[in-house]
């Protein structure tokens, strides 16, 4: 049904928020990842590592993509939403 693909982030306990964080932010670093040569890789993993923070402040650009990542399937579900409700409505 639609409303199962509809992410509620209101609705999600701390624990839940956490890990769906962790898996926005895993596409977002997996994706920038692919962009680069092994040497910028390797870079990249050192900067990580060195400025990892102890806060819950996440760095602006993966807030900005995370937040995209969002909108994009908000996007879909109501695109997906529109489909179905369009096909219900259709005479067979």
């Known amino acids: 049904m639609p409303q199962d693909l509809k992410i509620e982030i209101e609705q999600l306990t701390a624990d839940e928020a ?4 962790g898996f926005l932010g895993g596409i977002v670093g997996k994706a920038h ?3 680069m ?3 910028a890789r390797s870079q990249w993993r ?4 060195r400025n990892r923070s102890k806060s819950l402040e996440a760095p602006g650009w993966l807030w ?3 937040v995209d990542l969002l909108a ?3 996007k879909g ?3 997906h939403c529109r489909r179905y409700a ?3 409505a259709s005479p067979s």
């Open 86 to 88: 369009l096909r219900e």
């Open 77 to 79: 579900y109501l695109e």
């Open 64 to 66: 900005k993509n995370v």
């Open 37 to 39: 040569d092994r040497k």
């Open 72 to 74: 994009d399937h908000e």
């Open 46 to 49: 050192q900067d990580l590592r």
């Open 33 to 35: 990842n692919r962009q």
């Open 18 to 21: 956490t890990e769906l964080a």
